[in-house]
């Protein structure tokens, strides 16, 4: 598989996929830089997926680059307000992200099962007892954590961030877990990932 991510047809994809998400009007400060927001994340998205695992094969990175491809496209104020509105939201996100990623790779040369498996992925199908998948879902919520906590902090408050952190430490892996305590936060996210975590140690 090493062969494969090398190869000519991986490297077009992945900067078909990355020219997309470099019209994103949102921007994100990373490493002092402000980039488009689905570009950089897209990046770390990748990084963190190789960081949990090594052997991580071409449908997974490929579904690491276009995880939310072109997300801006369909915001969240287009849906109604409430839980309802915002589990139609992302239910239709995963399914639009699946079949534009699915277009570009097949434009790219790749076969149909290929193509395939990194939909299922970015759908983010089985999760829990698929491991790409499960991976997948680590390295989004690393991802998040080490970029989007400040801002979810000063838009929900002290209290619902630490609910938000709770649910995204239940979605997570031990190995994801893991990660996640070694990530290099400021202390006023230490603290509140701290008080997520009180009594809630293990995966839920």
Known sequence: MADAVGSERFAAAVAAIDAANADDPNTIVIAGVERPKELAH???????????????????????RAHHLRRWASPRRDYPEGRAGYLRWRTDLKARHAEEVGALLAATGYDEATVGRVQAIVRKDHLRTDPATQTH???????????????????????????????????????????????????????????ALAGNSTRG
């Open 42 to 64: 897209a990046e770390l998205m990748t990084t963190w997926v190789r960081r949990l695992d090594p052997d991580a094969d071409e449908a997974q990175l490929l579904a690491a």
């Open 137 to 195: 879902e680590d390295a989004l919520c690393l991802t998040f954590l080490e970029t989007q906590l400040a801002g979810v902090e000063e838009q929900l408050g002290d209290d619902r961030t630490v609910e938000v952190v709770r649910k995204t430490w239940a979605k997570m892996s031990p190995r994801g877990q893991a990660a996640a305590l070694e990530l290099d936060l400021p202390a006023t996210q230490r603290d509140l990932l701290a008080r």
